[in-house]
């Protein structure tokens, strides 16, 4: 059975795009999204569309057609603005036989809004950073001693690590709150951050993957450098929390481990491919071949941490080089 797979806003995860076109070799095909010709990955891809903006009222009916025309099986974004959007039109695409490789819409819009997000780790028990919406709210839980600066101030939803401030002093929290809307205020974290990728299977529910990494060096909210990890204990509570809140797909997981209490606290949850998935993949851990085993109907087997420790990643910046009159 050939396979053919979307990559929606490839952007620049060129290396999304080659895993995908490696695991499908000769039995399908590898297209790809952007909004500008000259995203780099949509290269590597074996077509490539032009589309309008997210935000385009015709937008979904563009991405439709291309599907419906190409046959595609599978469809994924790799940015979260669009996750919600593909979501919510999931039906639209199921009734032409392409399957949206994304959580429902609900979990989608819980997992761009941080507070919301806290809210349910909170009603499941699971440890995370404390948050607050207001000034006055932080204030008070700082007079009865629960929470001091230094703090994170950043939007409600974002990501890519954008505008997200160290904050020391009621002055500069004030002034941040006076100058911007939607913001949060979430407890400074001291521990060690780590990253999980994470892959729940779309015909079974369970989850099939985990691939444990050491942030060593961050660049705009991604992962520069990195070191793989093993460790059970996260693995239960990451298996836990995905599978009871339902999430399918690709899972991407920022946690932090205060290594004097040996406590893991879950801090983000984008579900999409992270920006530090291919360490996963060069270590084995294979979310592109789980994808095309789900889109044959196909269960796949459970492997949680099966890769070795110790494996090192480090980013280096590539080139994609295209005269004028090769482009999109």
Excluded at 2 to 30: M, P
Aim: hydrophobic share 40%; with cysteine.
């Amino acid at each position: 059975m050939e396979i053919n797979i979307l990559i929606l806003s490839a952007g620049t995860r060129n290396k999304v795009v080659q895993a995908f076109k490696k695991e499908i070799a000769n039995n399908g095909k590898v297209f790809a999204t952007d909004c500008s010709n000259i995203g780099p990955a949509i290269y590597d891809a074996d077509k490539a569309f032009i589309v309008p903006p997210i935000t385009d009222p015709f937008y979904i009916d563009t991405i439709l057609g291309i599907c419906r025309k190409e046959k595609i099986n599978g469809i994924f974004s790799l940015i979260d603005p669009e996750l919600s959007l593909l979501a919510k039109n999931a039906d639209r695409f199921n009734e032409i036989g392409t399957v949206p490789i994304v959580s429902s819409y609900e979990l989608c819009e819980t997992s761009l809004d941080k507070y919301m997000m806290y809210e349910m780790l909170i009603k499941l028990g699971i440890p995370t950073a404390r948050c607050y919406l207001s000034v006055e709210d932080f204030e008070n839980a700082r007079q009865e001693g629960i929470i001091d600066f230094p703090v994170f101030v950043k939007p409600r939803k974002g990501s890519a690590s954008i505008n997200i401030n160290s904050v020391k002093s009621m002055e500069m929290l004030t002034a941040l709150f006076h100058d911007y809307d939607d913001l949060m205020i979430q407890e400074y974290m001291s521990g060690q951050e780590y990253g999980a990728d994470v892959y729940v299977d779309l015909v079974s529910g369970k989850c099939t993957s985990i691939f444990l990494k050491k942030k060593i060096k961050m660049r705009a909210g991604e992962t520069d450098k990195s070191v793989s990890v093993i460790d059970e204990n996260i693995f239960k509570q990451i298996i836990y929390f995905v599978e009871t809140i339902g999430y399918r797909g690709m899972i991407d997981i920022d946690l932090f481990h205060d290594e004097k209490n040996d406590i893991w606290y879950l801090s983000e949850v984008n579900p999409r491919f992270g920006g530090g998935y291919p360490h996963a993949y060069e270590c084995g851990v294979n979310i592109p071949r789980q994808v095309i085993r789900n889109l044959k109907g196909d269960e796949n087997p459970i492997r949680i941490g099966d890769y070795k420790e110790g494996v090192y990643m480090m980013k280096y910046n590539e080139l994609c080089i295209k005269p004028e009159d090769m482009l999109v």
